[in-house]
C-alpha cells in the first residue's frame, strides 16, 4: 500500500524549550534547521541537530568544556564589536574531513589539522557561518559572521577574564554516521546593545525561516515596533511667539484644518482627530486621513490685483 509522506515542519513541534533570552534561542533553533539541510545537501547526510537553551556563565565554566585540543575559530558579529568562539568537536571535523575526501570508512582517529585540512574543514564552517548569518533574518539587520584565525590548543583562545561573563549555546548532532557539538561561546560585552531586546521582546521570531515568511504580516511587525506619536492642535509663528508669549498671555493657535488635530506619526501627518474628553483626560477621536491644504485655483474677491495701464500713442 502506497504511503504519502509529509515534510517535517519544525513549527509543528509539540514543545518549544526557551530559557532566559527567548529571541537568541529561536536563532540557534533556525541554525539548527539549516544545519540538517546543509549537511543533507553537502553530504547527503540526514541527522537531527537540537539546540541547547542559551546560557550565561563565567568565562572559566565555559573554558573548562575546552579540556582537549579541536578546531576553534574566532569569530567576528559584525554589527557588534568583539570576537567569539565557535568550537567543532574533533567528530564533527573527522566526518566533514572524511566526505571532502571522499573516503568510506572514517579514520581510526581524528585527523590532524594539516594546512589542506584546515582549508577543507574551513569551507564547511564557512558554510554554516553563512547559515548562521541568515537566522538573524528578522531579529537584527545586517548581522554577519567572518572568520578571524584558528587554534587547535584551548589555552590560545582565552579571549576573556575568568571571571567574566559570557553566552553560551550548544547544537547537538546526531545521525547514523555522525554524533557531535558545535559550540558557541559570546562574550556578553559583545552581544550587550540587543540583550534587552532578547529579553524583553514580547514576540518571539518563529524558529522555522519558512514559517517566518509565510506569517510575518503588518500586525506582526506593528507589534513589535514602537512609533512616536503626537497630536498638533495648531501653530504659532516665531515672531508671534516672541512678541505676545508671556505669563498670562491668551496665544490663539493657527490651524490649517478647521479646528481638528493632526495626528503625526514618527513626525509625518498620517491622520486628522477632534480632541475630546474621555473620564477626566484629553483625548482623540480620529475623523480620517490627512490631506495638505492646497491654495484654491478659484481667486478670491478680496485679493489685489495688478492693473496694467496701455502705453500712450507715440511713445
Known amino acids: 500500500m502506497p504511503t504519502e509522506i509529509s515534510a517535517y515542519r519544525f513549527n509543528d513541534a509539540e514543545r518549544l524549550q526557551f530559557g532566559r533570552y527567548p529571541t537568541l534561542d529561536a536563532v540557534f533553533a533556525r541554525w539548527g534547521r539549516r544545519i540538517e539541510e546543509t549537511l543533507f545537501e553537502e553530504a547527503n547526510v540526514e541527522v537531527y541537530a537540537g539546540a541547547s537553551v542559551v546560557e550565561e556563565m563565567r568565562f572559566a565554566s565555559f573554558f573548562g568544556i575546552l579540556n582537549r585540543p579541536r578546531p576553534i575559530y574566532f569569530i567576528g558579529l559584525e554589527p557588534f564589536e568583539g570576537t567569539g568562539l565557535f568550537a567543532v568537536d574533533n567528530r564533527f571535523s573527522a566526518f566533514c574531513l572524511l566526505q571532502a575526501n571522499g573516503e568510506d ?8 589539522l594539516s594546512p589542506n585540512n584546515q582549508m577543507r574543514l574551513q569551507k564547511i564552517v564557512q558554510r554554516l ?18 572568520l578571524r584565525k584558528i587554534t587547535t590548543y584551548p589555552f590560545r583562545a582565552r579571549i576573556l577574564n575568568p571571571y567574566e561573563y559570557c553566552l553560551v549555546a550548544q547544537i547537538h548532532l546526531s545521525g547514523h554516521e555522525i554524533s557531535s557539538r558545535l559550540t558557541w561561546c559570546f562574550p556578553r560585552s559583545m552581544l550587550s546593545p540587543i540583550l534587552p531586546q532578547m529579553m524583553e521582546n514580547r514576540v518571539i521570531p518563529p524558529p522555522s525561516l519558512e514559517h517566518h515568511e509565510a506569517a510575518l504580516d503588518r500586525d506582526t511587525l506593528l507589534e513589535t515596533m514602537r512609533f512616536p506619536m503626537r497630536a498638533r492642535m495648531g501653530q504659532v509663528g516665531v515672531a508671534k511667539a516672541l512678541r505676545d508669549l508671556r505669563v498670562g498671555e491668551i496665544v490663539p493657535l ?50 489685489f490685483t495688478p492693473i496694467f495701464f496701455p502705453e500712450a500713442p507715440g511713445k
Open 129 to 146: 557561518m553563512s547559515d548562521f548569518d541568515e537566522s538573524w533574518r528578522g531579529v537584527h539587520p545586517d548581522v554577519h559572521t567572518h
Open 105 to 112: 570508512e572514517p579514520p581510526a582517529s581524528s585527523p590532524r
Open 254 to 303: 493657527e490651524q490649517t484644518i478647521g479646528i481638528d488635530a493632526v495626528v503625526e506619526v514618527n513626525g509625518q501627518p498620517l491622520m486628522v482627530a477632534s480632541v475630546g474628553e474621555v473620564e477626566g483626560r484629553t483625548a482623540l477621536k480620529i475623523k480620517g486621513g490627512y490631506e495638505e491644504a492646497r491654495p484654491s485655483p478659484l481667486r478670491r474677491e478680496d485679493e
